[in-house]
């Protein structure tokens, strides 16, 4: 399998949109919270922690305006559940694309809004196990999203795999791989520092710099897995036949 390096410069060499065309792609899917787990995870938490902080008086005078952030961080995190299951899928399939060569537009965002009803069962899914292995420590919880992480462009790329299945071979692809991929998201921990710094709005134009990483990790684990795509590829011809 390629080095991380080499799985950045792939990822860069991908990114072939005009600057307008990113800013926009990129701005819908944060809106909407079609990013990734790892934000969703992350939005989870802080919804947690604010509402403990008002539950215990924690935060005194500023409580008035963090109730505005409450209900923000659940508006939002409804939001995320609806569309941005969805989008998460049509922004994997654009990062798929783009990484083979082929055309991809910022329409193909909402490619998969028919399968709404199955972007909503993995993201719930993802984020159900993913809390409850969170309740023990916070490290099961990132392993259980490194395990996971796959899932999306599984879904994205056979739509016809289904749910279950893309959980069982994402699981499978990230065995003795999760601290590869750990590695390559690190390797972006100066930019994500930054944008946290000036209020998150870098974050506009790292995060897709991060997700064609991540999509072309995923590109290069399944090249080097033969088996698994063929199984893919033959439970999705299987349940396409069945509709």
């Known amino acids: 399998m390629k080095s991380n390096k080499e799985i950045r410069q792939i990822a860069k060499r991908a990114i072939t949109f005009t600057r ?15 990013i990734s787990l790892l934000v ?7 919804l947690m922690s604010v509402s403990r902080g008002l539950h215990t008086g924690r935060f005194g005078s500023d409580a008035r305006i963090m109730k505005y952030v409450y ?15 969805f989008i998460e899928l049509g922004l994997d399939r654009i990062l798929l694309l783009k990484l083979k060569g082929d055309k991809a537009s910022r329409y193909d965002l909402f490619q998969y809004r028919n399968m709404a009803f199955d972007a909503i069962f993995l993201r719930l899914f ?10 023990l420590f916070l490290i099961p919880g ?14 994205a ?16 692809l990230m065995k003795g791989y999760k601290w590869k991929l750990t590695k390559l998201i690190l390797g972006y921990a100066d ?24 999509a072309a990790f995923y590109r290069e684990r399944v090249r080097v897995h033969d088996e698994e795509v063929r199984t893919i ?3 999705s011809e299987k349940k396409e036949a069945e509709m």
């Open 191 to 214: 930019e994500i520092i930054i944008s946290v710094l000036l209020l998150g709005i870098p974050f506009i134009y790292v995060m897709p710099r991060l997700k064609f990483a991540v």
């Open 20 to 34: 307008g065309e990113l800013l926009e792609i990129s701005l819908v899917s944060i809106v909407t919270g079609g």
């Open 126 to 135: 993802m984020s159900v196990r993913v809390m409850l292995w969170s309740v």
């Open 40 to 46: 969703f995870f992350a939005v989870q938490i802080a």
């Open 233 to 235: 590829e033959r439970i």
């Open 71 to 85: 209900v923000g961080l659940a508006l939002y995190l409804g939001v995320s559940v609806i569309a941005g299951s």
């Open 157 to 172: 790329q056979n739509p016809g795999i289904g749910v279950p299945n893309s959980i069982r071979v994402s699981k499978h």
């Open 142 to 155: 990132i392993i259980a999203v490194l395990n996971y992480s796959m899932a999306p462009f599984l879904l």
